[in-house]
């Protein structure tokens, strides 16, 4: 079967939802994927299965045992294999015409303008520690007018954020400085991305451990988070829907039934925001204290 014959039977049933006219809008448009674990893997595949046709990912990790509950690429098969490569190639197994950049070094400040070169829009699946290397990406979305979106898996749901170009800062959403210590940036970014941290009524807490950088996560909130990025996606490449670009967020948990769609006014000067951001770091500063 030649390429145009393939593309038009692989992508037929989204017709009717999207115009040919937006799936082609998709099938031209290049996003760039930070990470290929959790979140980052699904939004490449679910994407790929919408008929975006060009990628560039990023992941410098390999699989292991303990990424099977959660990680799509991640299998028996599979640990031990490098995760951007891995995704790379269940993506161009979805659709073989797919054009494929990988960096098997993941997002460096030595290769980010290589890596969001000629890209649409960002999707952020960059370790939730991983505080620098994210506030330069979405620093650098911001100077060459990208769309970036991050989508964070919580408990049994998600929260999405949408930086406009012309929008509010990353730092000034989630209200983080240079002068901060990194556990402040971190307390901050957690503040900013659950404004209602629904999840936090049935998180065990002891099962949290800062020291080693690990939590609790489950497959259904990284398919959430993947839902709502390819959402936004759509509405960003193609016009189609309402762009709601931070300080608005939205938060769904599926476990309590609970959803959201707010607004942080002010950012990470709002006060309230500011309140929850000095519990959080508490919270780790003791947490660490005790060796947890």
Not at 38 to 46: A, E, I, N, R, S
Not at 219 to 231: D, H
Request: net charge positive; glycine share 10%; aromatic share 8%.
């Amino acid at each position: 079967m030649d390429r145009e014959q393939f593309l038009r039977d692989a992508f037929s049933r989204n017709l009717g939802l999207l115009a040919e006219s937006e799936q082609k809008c998709l099938s031209e448009a290049r996003v760039a994927v930070a990470g290929a674990g959790g979140v980052g893997g699904l939004h490449v595949l679910t994407l790929a299965r919408l008929g975006i046709g060009k990628f560039r990912l990023a992941d410098f990790d390999t699989f292991d045992a303990v990424n099977i509950n959660r990680q799509f690429g991640a299998m028996a098969s599979t640990i031990g294999k490098h995760k951007a490569e891995v995704i790379a190639a269940m993506a161009l197994d979805i659709n073989p015409y797919i054009e494929m950049d990988v960096f098997p070094d993941g997002v460096t400040l030595e290769n980010l303008d290589a890596f969001l070169d000629n890209v649409q829009i960002y999707v952020d699946g960059i370790d939730f520690f991983e505080i620098e290397i994210r506030r330069a990406v979405f620093k650098r979305c911001r100077e060459k007018g990208i769309y970036a979106l991050t989508a964070a898996p919580l408990g049994f749901g998600a929260t999405l954020q949408v930086f406009s170009p012309q929008g509010m800062k990353f730092d000034d959403y989630f209200g983080i400085t240079d002068g901060m210590e990194e556990l402040e940036k971190i307390a901050a970014f957690a503040s900013g991305l659950a404004p209602r941290p629904y999840h936090l009524k049935y998180l065990d807490l002891s099962k949290v451990s800062l020291a080693r950088r690990t939590g609790p996560a489950v497959s259904p909130a990284c398919t959430l988070a993947a839902s709502l990025i390819a959402t936004e996606v759509v509405k960003v490449l193609t016009g189609k829907g309402e762009v709601r670009p931070v300080p608005a967020y939205t938060q769904i948990d599926l476990l309590r039934g609970k959803f959201k769609q707010g607004y942080v006014w002010l950012g990470g000067k709002n006060p309230l925001q500011r309140l929850m951001r000095r519990i959080i770091l508490k919270k780790a500063r003791d947490a660490i204290a005790s060796g947890e």
